[in-house]
T-cell receptor
Framework: AQSVTQLGSHVSVSEGALVLLRCNYSSSVPPYLFWYVQYPNQGLQLLLKYTTGATLVKGINGFEAEFKKSETSFHLTKPSAHMSDAAEYFCAVRITGGGNKLTFGTGTQLKVEL | GAVVSQHPSRVICKSGTSVKIECRSLDFQATTMFWYRQFPKQSLMLMATSNEGSKATYEQGVEKDKFLINHASLTLSTLTVTSAHPEDSSFYIC??????????????FGPGTRLTVL
C-alpha cells in the first residue's frame, strides 16, 4: 500500500523567503503525486501534480515540485513567500490502477511572517 | 470549469438526528465521487467511493449503515449521517472525478461541510 509522509507539521517563513515543504512517499508502483492547498474551512485546491515525464513540475501561484525517484521525494518549493501563501498544504499519492484513490499526508501548516 | 459544490456548508444538529450532505458537480458529469472526513488539524481520510448507479465502496472501519451514500445521478451524491453523535462532528469533504476528461481523471474537491453534533 502507498503512504505519504510530510516532515514538519508547521513551517514558518518570512515574507519573501524560500518556501520548502517536504514530502516523501512510499509506493510499490510508479505513483502519481499531488500537492493541494487548503485555506481555513475550505476544500482542497490542486497546486500541481506529477504523472509522468518531466520531473520538475510547475503549478499555480508560483509553486513547483520536483519528483526524485531515488529519494522517493516530491518536495514543494516557492522562491519567495507571500502572506497569501499561509495555509495548510497536503501532499497526496495515487497509484496507477488504484481506483483513483488518493492517500494524503498529514499536512503542513505554512505560516508567513512579516 | 470543474466546480464541485456542497450543501450545506455548516450544519448543527442534535444527537440522534440524521443529517444529509449534498455534493454536486456543477459543470461536468461525475462518474465517481469520493467522501472524505477531516478532523481538526488532521489530514483527509477517505470514507467511501461512490459510483453512479451502484453501491458505494466503504473503506475499512467506516460503518456503511451509519454513513449512507447515494449517487443517484451523474451530478449528485449525498452522504447521510444517521443517528448522529458528537463524535461524528467533523469536516466532511467530497470530491468528484470527471469521467470524460482523458488522462489522469483528476479529482475536484468541494468546499466542505462542517458538521457539529450537540
Amino acid at each position: 500500500a502507498q503512504s505519504v509522509t510530510q516532515l514538519g507539521s508547521h513551517v514558518s517563513v518570512s515574507e519573501g523567503a524560500l518556501v520548502l515543504l517536504r514530502c516523501n512517499y512510499s509506493s510499490s508502483v510508479p505513483p502519481y503525486l499531488f500537492w493541494y492547498v487548503q485555506y481555513p474551512n475550505q476544500g482542497l485546491q490542486l497546486l500541481l501534480k506529477y504523472t509522468t515525464g518531466a520531473t520538475l513540475v510547475k503549478g499555480i501561484n508560483g509553486f513547483e515540485a520536483e519528483f526524485k525517484k531515488s529519494e522517493t521525494s516530491f518536495h514543494l518549493t516557492k522562491p519567495s513567500a507571500h502572506m497569501s501563501d499561509a495555509a495548510e498544504y497536503f501532499c497526496a499519492v495515487r497509484i496507477t490502477g488504484g481506483g483513483n484513490k488518493l492517500t494524503f499526508g498529514t499536512g503542513t501548516q505554512l505560516k508567513v511572517e512579516l | 470549469g470543474a466546480v464541485v459544490s456542497q450543501h450545506p456548508s455548516r450544519v448543527i444538529c442534535k444527537s440522534g438526528t440524521s443529517v444529509k450532505i449534498e455534493c454536486r458537480s456543477l459543470d461536468f458529469q461525475a462518474t465517481t465521487m469520493f467522501w472524505y472526513r477531516q478532523f481538526p488539524k488532521q489530514s483527509l481520510m477517505l470514507m467511501a467511493t461512490s459510483n453512479e448507479g451502484s453501491k458505494a465502496t466503504y473503506e475499512q472501519g467506516v460503518e456503511k449503515d451509519k454513513f449512507l451514500i447515494n449517487h443517484a445521478s451523474l451530478t449528485l451524491s449525498t452522504l447521510t449521517v444517521t443517528s448522529a453523535h458528537p463524535e461524528d462532528s467533523s469536516f466532511y469533504i467530497c470530491s468528484a472525478r470527471d469521467g470524460e476528461r482523458g488522462g489522469l481523471n483528476e479529482q475536484f474537491f468541494g468546499p466542505g461541510t462542517r458538521l457539529t453534533v450537540l
